[in-house]
């Protein structure tokens, strides 16, 4: 079996940092929003407080499963723009229903 080896564009690592950073960042600031512990939190979307932790700190960068996850645990819709070198994440909290 042959190892695929991909090459990254000068600057994708740096990206690849900054999205982790944002999105730790906005699962912080809604989880915060919400009053609730890493532990909570962890244990809404499947997940241990040292993982969440580290999410938070920007030490991993999260698969689209687990921000689905994530975005229902933290009662939210997941929004992720990337346009040309500008990325915007962040979570909406859904409304109450009527």
Known sequence: ???L???HPPGARR???KLARDMG???HDRRAGLGISQVE???RAGMTQP???ELELSGTVPTLPLLA???RAL???LQLELVDDVSNVGFRAHTPAA
């Open 5 to 7: 080896r991909l090459r």
């Open 1 to 3: 079996m042959r190892e």
């Open 75 to 77: 009662d939210t819709s």
């Open 25 to 27: 960042q906005a699962v």
């Open 15 to 17: 990206e690849e940092l």
């Open 69 to 71: 996850r994530l975005a």
């Open 41 to 43: 939190l962890g244990r």
């Open 51 to 53: 993982q969440i932790s």
